[in-house]
């Protein structure tokens, strides 16, 4: 799950932290850009509890480079569309199951039987358009796959197979989009793929480290940007 700021006028499916009226929350202009991490260290400031913070020290950024991983968090960001990251956090167990340990192969052959299924389980997101999209997105990720071998090599010729290695210091200056999620938004949605808008898809390269957005101030911009990652 990616945490790109949203800003006025971003779409519907941005991704977060979401703004939450000023009576329940403080805004975030009012947030701290970094948070304490532990001794003499740092992380990015919107990662404010136990659950987020452990996502974020340890898998976001992380260039990741399987085709089950990368479907996962294909299916998380469409899921989380219009809801918090914390919320698709708690319910990730429940979607691991319910979406058969994020297996594409087992997801595409789901039907009318498991979108009832899935419609009925209380764990995850039940919205049937997003249950049916994730459906739809499974079988055209094996579409992909076959004709490039991974999924993982046709999502990082986008970024010629090497992280965007950003160095903001202010959660402000993180964008919601920028070109490269431009191109693959299109070029996923002429293939077939849906809640796959461009927010939603920097989002995902934030979480899978196609872009490292952690801020340079956070104890996690440097580890991660000499990670090897996940393959």
């Known amino acids: 799950m990616g945490f790109t700021l949203i800003h006025a006028g971003d779409p519907p499916g941005s991704s977060l932290p979401r703004r939450q009226p000023a009576s329940s929350a403080v805004m975030p202009e009012q947030r701290p850009d970094l948070l304490p991490a532990g001794r003499n260290r740092q992380r990015c400031g919107w990662a404010r509890n136990e659950l987020a913070a452990a996502y974020h020290d340890a898998e976001w950024g992380v260039p990741l480079r399987t085709d089950r991983g990368i479907f996962e968090f294909l299916i998380l960001e469409g899921m989380q569309a219009g809801l918090s ?3 698709i956090l708690r319910k990730r167990p429940a979607f ?3 979406f058969r340990n994020f297996d594409p192969e087992r997801v595409a052959r789901f039907s009318a039987r498991d979108v009832k299924r899935l419609l009925a389980d209380a764990g995850i ?3 049937r358009l997003k249950v049916e999209s994730a459906i739809a997105n ?3 990720f094996l579409q ?3 004709e490039h ?4 090599r046709y ?3 986008f970024v010629s197979g090497k992280p965007i290695v950003n160095r903001w210091t202010r959660i402000r200056q993180v964008p919601a989009t920028n070109d490269v999620s431009d191109a693959w938004s299109k070029d996923l949605r002429a293939r077939g793929f849906r ?3 461009s927010t939603i898809i920097y989002a995902h390269m934030q979480a899978t480290g196609m872009v490292n957005d952690h801020l340079v101030g956070c104890f996690r911009h440097r580890q991660v940007k000499l990670s090897k990652g996940i393959a």
């Open 85 to 87: 990251c914390d919320c």
């Open 96 to 98: 691991r199951a319910a």
């Open 125 to 127: 997101v039940r919205n």
């Open 138 to 140: 499974a079988r055209a």
């Open 144 to 146: 992909v796959r076959e």
């Open 149 to 152: 071998g991974t999924f993982s």
């Open 155 to 157: 999502a990082w010729d």
């Open 195 to 197: 809640f796959v808008g």
